[in-house]
């Protein structure tokens, strides 16, 4: 805890000094969980319980194993306005949050994802004063991955999205440099109004059982750009490369649980969102790849020496166009410097490659 702290402190950009004034107003902090590592979910509930702030109350909406008595010391007397919930039956992220915001007493709702800490004890102050300033803002958070974690554990400071309008690099009224952008996940740790959040949930889907946060952002607005986790992985990657297991495995739980949406939800509604829009037009091109490919060891197979050349020219162009287009359209060359971007094309390129196999592994994992 200390050390992570102490990178926030050294690195952070961020500074704001919240008021007096906003101190009254009340927040529900809403954490749904699906069989959390207890560690971190102890850890979240320590630094809640730190917060220097008067008005707040903590519920966890459980969605998988009861681990009650995992957290019960902290769940008890000492802290009377914290509270644990199982949900009566498995409703997944999307319909946890839906569910149990009957629960939360307080018109300011905090949805604080099961691996995100907030190190700062003035973290809820900061906030709701964050909020207070401008009312018709989502205040969110932006990543930061300390140097000593595993990339699971994140350190969240603040940013402010206007509500329901359009989520994107050139949009977004950010707290800190737009360089230092990482990732937009709508679900990982936001403030916004009780309304607002009711608003959000009858707009979309109905009945969506094990969606993930980049399905909820999508619900946020139909013709938004969507921001992924791809630019930071292709960051992550290039210093790190055995680290790249990590995001993969979350874009195969993205296609998995992508397709239970479509098989529990509003399918025509669900077509007209930019995330499967793009997440279809991806798949499209790495069926392409994948065919010339193919092509290309059947006819090394069989000795077809006139279409090997055309073939791998063919798959060779495919990969590095749909690629690369991926990168220009998340924005990720924005952030390399022109001596760098030699140095990181390809393998950024088979990077999004790679994540978007995930990916389609996650749907076929579905289907079979």
Same mark, same amino acid.
Request: with cysteine; net charge negative.
């Given at each position: 805890m200390s050390r992570q702290a102490s990178i926030v402190e050294e690195c952070s950009p961020y500074t704001f000094i919240s008021s007096q004034s906003n101190a009254s107003k009340g927040i529900s902090v809403l954490i749904p969980t699906y069989n959390p590592d207890i560690e971190d979910i102890r850890e979240i509930l320590i630094a809640l319980s730190n917060q220097q702030?008067?008005?707040?109350?903590?519920?966890? /909406?459980?969605?998988g194993e009861d681990f009650y008595n995992n957290v019960q010391d902290l769940i008890s007397a000492k802290n009377p306005n914290f509270h644990y919930i199982n949900n009566p039956t498995?409703?997944?992220?999307y319909g946890s949050i839906k569910a149990n915001m009957k629960y939360c007493q307080h018109d300011h709702i905090l949805v604080l994802e099961q691996d995100i800490i907030p190190l700062n004890p003035r973290y809820l102050s900061n906030l709701v004063s964050l909020k207070e300033e401008s009312p018709a803002n989502v205040v969110t958070s932006k990543l930061v991955i300390a140097a000593?974690?595993?990339?699971k554990k994140y350190i969240f400071y603040k940013r402010r999205i206007a509500n329901l309008e359009v989520f994107d690099r050139e949009n977004m009224d950010l707290s800190s440099n737009a360089s230092e952008e990482t990732e937009i996940a709508f679900t990982k740790a936001d403030l916004l109004d009780k309304r607002v959040l009711s608003e959000l949930f009858s707009k979309g889907s109905k009945n969506v059982f094990t969606a993930q946060d980049i399905i909820l952002t999508s619900i946020?607005?139909?013709d938004k750009k969507l921001v992924t986790s791809d630019a930071?992985?292709?960051e992550i990657a290039q210093r790190d490369p055995n680290q790249l297991v990590f995001f993969l495995k979350k874009e195969f739980l993205y296609g998995k649980s992508v397709f239970d949406a479509w098989r529990h939800s509003n399918r025509e509604w669900l077509q007209k969102t930019s995330y499967f829009r793009e997440k279809a037009l991806r798949i499209l091109?790495?069926?392409?790849?994948? /065919?010339?490919?193919l092509a290309l060891v059947m006819s090394l197979l069989f000795g077809v020496g006139f279409l090997q050349l055309p073939l791998l020219a063919v798959a060779l162009g495919l990969g590095i166009f749909y690629s690369q287009a991926v990168l220009v359209r998340i924005g990720f060359w924005r952030y390399w410097r022109s001596t760098?971007?030699? /140095?990181?094309?390809? /393998?950024?390129?088979?990077v999004v490659v790679l994540l978007d196999v995930a990916y389609a592994l996650g749907i076929i994992r579905r289907l079979i």
């Open positions: 702030y008067p008005a707040f109350e903590v519920i966890i /909406a459980n969605d498995r409703l997944g992220l000593d974690t595993d990339y946020v607005r139909e930071t992985a292709c091109f790495l069926g392409l790849e994948t /065919a010339a490919v760098r971007r030699l /140095a990181a094309f390809f /393998a950024s390129g088979i």
